[in-house]
């Protein structure tokens, strides 16, 4: 077999979704002719898509030490690094994509993301200008294995809160086009109703997205076609509407929010910190907190800018480090296990199904799996295994009763509720919206691929299950 026919057949396995054959093939076909860059630029991406990423880096390297000025391998050397949380390295991998291709625009775009998680908006804000004036509004991606099955479209906003998807998109059935919503711009309505089976709104965060949000129901509507995440459920999932909602479902424990504009976090401050003697309290004549107490600036995800303030000055401090916009205040419950261990569940609701996806436990009250001793502690592993194997021998019929009343009250496609159980059995829910992660990057918790799988299936099938109803809906229409 020659070079080409060998990387014409791996081409062949990697578009099927065959990987270890392609895989395979372009090793050999590399092996025997090391100037095909193509067959290395493939073979880093199996890497990257099966969790190698070391194995890739390495790769894309040794690409750069022969030819530096090589822009799609510093644009892997991106992706692999921010696959990694390595997001200084990866920014400066896509800058150069930027310095050798100025008209970049997707790197403009990535950039533009990184530069705002490190807290840049002002240039963010550039670069995501730069990104719209450059390219097509509409990011199409093709099924893998020839002919899709159906069409999805998703709705996308720049610079702002969406839901996590590049882990549930890596091999698919369907073609996956992203549009990037930007407000005051006219879309060809017609081409997208044409080209599109379901509609996925990303669009998820009402703390930083919320005038993308005011745009996409009418667009939706002008499009027709099944939807994904209405933006009028995402509406729903506020902080504080949520503890308004959800602390009405009996066993569950939804602690009191609050969300203050600037000016109003800064005058209720000022009367906390008024009188050295008075009673510790934070609030107004409708509601008042106790210290200690949590305190997050509107927006944020991850344990950023989230704090435990235990008394008005260190809340002072918190609001003059920040100035942010707008801020949450919520209610601090001690969510303690018996032994003394914090745990925080994180279920998946896909199309009402239930699915767990991780446990995170440590000795800390802020919780983030990344972040634990967990890597090391194998007690803690085992635990988490046993929780996603079978969830139902920690979340009894009590539990589940709350999580399944949560369901009937968020009234969204795909989604998900990080929460915990105190020490009376109650679920204590500390966010539940559509602005959950769920990644393949568990090289050092193999335990949890089936997880993943099964929400990946479950997400599919939801998929799938939107696409037959637009042909129903198509078919009706073709009788009227």
């Keep these: 077999m020659t070079v080409d026919q060998m990387l014409d057949e791996a081409f062949a396995h990697h578009q099927a979704g065959r990987l270890v054959e392609a895989e395979s093939l372009y090793r050999d076909a590399f092996e025997a002719d090391p100037h095909r860059w193509g067959a290395c630029l493939n073979l880093t991406k199996i890497l990257m898509l099966t969790g190698r990423l070391e194995q890739a880096q390495r790769w894309l390297h040794w690409r750069l030490e022969d030819t530096f000025e090589d822009v799609t391998a510093h644009r892997q050397l991106g992706f692999a690094y921010a696959s990694e949380n390595k997001l200084n390295q990866a920014l400066l991998h896509f800058q150069r994509v930027i310095d050798l291709d100025p008209r970049d625009a997707g790197a403009h775009e990535i950039i533009a993301h990184l530069l705002r998680g490190f807290g840049r908006a002002e240039e963010a804000r550039t670069n995501f200008d730069r990104s719209a004036a ?28 969406n839901t996590p998807y590049i882990y549930m998109l890596r091999v698919v059935h369907y073609d996956c086009h992203v549009l990037s919503v930007v407000p005051g711009v006219d879309y060809d309505i017609e081409q997208l109703r044409a080209s599109t089976d379901v509609v996925f709104n990303l669009i998820a965060d009402v703390d930083s997205s919320a005038e993308q949000l005011a745009h996409v129901a009418p667009l939706l509507e002008k499009i027709g076609k099944p939807v994904i995440n209405h933006p009028d459920g995402i509406a729903m999932t506020g902080r504080d509407s949520n503890a308004g909602r959800l602390a009405r479902i009996h066993d569950c424990v939804m602690p009191m929010t609050m969300r203050y504009t600037s000016d109003a976090m800064n005058e209720a401050v000022r009367e906390a910190t008024r009188d050295p003697m008075a009673p510790q309290s934070f609030g107004d004549a409708s509601q008042r907190f106790g210290f200690p107490l949590l305190v997050r600036r509107a927006g944020t995800h991850g344990g950023e800018d989230f704090d435990k303030v235990d008394n008005p000055p260190a809340l002072q401090r918190f609001v003059e480090q920040t100035q942010a916009p707008h801020y949450y205040v919520t209610e601090y419950v001690d969510y303690r296990s018996h032994d003394g261990y914090f745990r925080k569940y994180r279920f998946m609701f896909v199309d009402g199904e239930i699915l767990p996806y991780h446990l995170a436990i440590d000795d800390q009250w ?115």
């Design 366 to 480: 802020k919780i983030h799996h990344a972040t634990t001793d967990m890597v090391n502690q194998q007690w803690m592993k085992d635990e988490e295994k046993a929780f996603l194997d079978d969830p139902h021998a920690v979340f009894g019929e009590r539990q589940y009763a709350v999580l399944r009343a949560i369901c009937d009250s968020i009234h969204l496609d795909y989604w998900g509720v990080d929460c915990g159980i105190d020490r009376q059995g109650r679920v204590v829910v500390f966010e539940a919206n559509a602005t959950m992660l769920v990644h393949t990057r568990n090289e050092l918790f193999p335990y949890k691929r089936p997880a993943v799988t099964r929400i990946k299936l479950a997400f599919d099938a939801m998929l799938e299950r939107r696409a037959a109803l637009a042909r129903l809906m198509r078919g009706g229409a073709a009788h009227a």
């Design 134 to 161: 450059l390219r097509d509004p509409v990011q199409a991606g093709y099924a893998m294995g020839g002919k899709p099955e159906f069409r999805v479209l998703m709705l996308f906003a720049p610079g702002g809160g």
